[in-house]
């Protein structure tokens, strides 16, 4: 099953010729915007990386949830699911492939984030450190968005339902979820409470990582001396700055509570793959 699917090309109905172009395309006019960025002088300054690091997070997000929700709906759809269950593979051998499957596909995404902070680290704007808070950042909304697409997936029998399930359980968490929270941050209540819960949003981990890491004047500085703003964190009550050791325990901290998440709604898909089969 994990050979089948790593076997299958990138975009359906293009095989891995055309994907490759289609990379060195995307990678190509990145290479563009760096440029143009560089002759305003923008390169070098925290902000252009912050913007940087939340379209290609937001890209892995929205890549993410869209291949794990297909992953099962489409075998129902072109009648070859009641065939796959029929085979000696378990039910575990079944997901685990359909979640590789997920994740090798939205790795060209992640890809470019991290060839981001690599490129620009070797020039000195951005610090090495902040690629091991992102690869954090990575891990734990990949486990989390594959496993609660996979659930999906095994839960509807098409693809635009689970779809749109794993979309709204992902706007519900990261973007309802802000809004109450700053709605309920006007009556002065809870503060802490919703301070936590921002600290727990991809977006805004990106953010603070990026802004506290990034820039020339940054860059240069030791694990010691790099400090991030809370006053980044949307609706935060605290505002003082944290150090490298902390935003790392935050980062581990949601990383552990959000793949606990993923795995539990990959043991609930394991529980509906052979149910409802026609």
């Known amino acids: 099953m994990v050979w089948r699917e790593l076997r299958a090309p990138f975009i359906q109905g293009m095989d891995s010729k055309n994907s490759r172009i289609g990379l060195a395309a995307t990678v190509l006019a990145l290479l563009l915007t760096y440029l143009a960025s560089q002759s305003q002088g923008f390169l070098d300054q925290n902000f252009t990386h912050v913007s940087y690091g939340l379209l290609f997070v937001f890209m892995g997000v929205v890549c993410n949830a869209v291949f794990a929700a297909t992953r099962i709906t489409t075998e129902k759809e072109s009648q070859t699911w009641p065939l796959l269950l029929v085979t000696s593979l378990s039910d575990y051998d079944i997901l685990m492939g359909k979640a590789v499957s997920a994740f090798r596909r939205c790795l060209p995404i992640w890809g470019l984030l991290a060839g981001h902070v690599v490129l620009f680290a070797l020039i000195g704007y951005i610090h090495p450190a902040a690629l091991f808070h992102l690869l954090i950042v990575a ?15 095994a839960r509807f029998r098409h693809t635009t339902a689970a779809v749109v399930a794993n979309f709204s359980l992902i706007l519900g968490l990261w973007a309802v979820g802000p809004i109450v929270a700053g709605l309920l941050s006007l009556t002065g209540r ?50 003082r700055a944290i150090g490298f050791g902390e935003m790392t325990t935050i980062l581990l901290i949601t990383a552990g509570i959000y793949i606990l998440a993923g795995l539990l709604f990959f043991w609930l898909a394991k529980r509906r793959l052979r149910r409802n089969v026609f």
Not at 200 to 224: C, D, F, R
């Open 139 to 153: 891990v734990w909304v990949t486990c989390f968005v594959t496993g609660a697409g996979l659930y999906f997936s």
């Open 190 to 239: 809870h503060g802490d409470i919703l301070a936590k819960y921002m600290w727990a949003h991809p977006m805004v981990q990106t953010e603070v990582i990026m802004a506290g890491a990034s820039g020339a004047n940054n860059a240069g500085l030791t694990l010691g001396a790099l400090e991030y703003g809370s006053e980044n964190v949307m609706f935060g009550m605290d505002r």
